[in-house]
């Protein structure tokens, strides 16, 4: 993984995200999903940008079946927002790096 981006898997889950305080974003994606990436270097530039602001993960839907299926994750890539372990909101596809930080932004101000 990247500098600043953790992955984490269906055993990790619960830690990493649902008991997180704080800001959490998971890059739900897979190997051979190209759209995945390309948003790949951006994920990893945010993860710099906000370093100490938002923990970023990435889940591997063909590893993980169990947590794409119980949020639901119908498209590839997916980024789904939590804070303090409560779902926010959800991004689908892949959009460009200036959307992205807004939404990050926003949901910090929250």
């Not at 990493?16 to 990436?37: K, N, S, T």
């Not at 079946?65 to 959800?90: E, H, N, V």
Request: aromatic share 8%.
């Amino acid at each position: 993984m990247a500098e600043g981006i953790l992955e984490v898997t269906s055993a990790t889950w619960d830690t990493e995200v649902i008991r997180a305080q704080g800001l959490v974003m998971v890059d739900f994606w897979a190997v051979w999903c190209g759209p995945c990436r390309m948003v790949a270097p951006t994920v990893e530039e945010l993860a710099k940008e906000y370093a100490g602001k938002i923990k970023i993960m990435k889940l591997n839907t063909d590893e993980n079946p169990d947590i794409a299926s119980k949020y639901k994750i119908m498209g590839i890539p997916t980024l789904m927002f939590f804070k303090d372990g409560r779902q926010l909101d959800q991004i689908v596809g892949a959009i460009p790096k200036p959307h992205l930080k807004a939404k990050i932004d926003y949901l910090l101000g929250t």
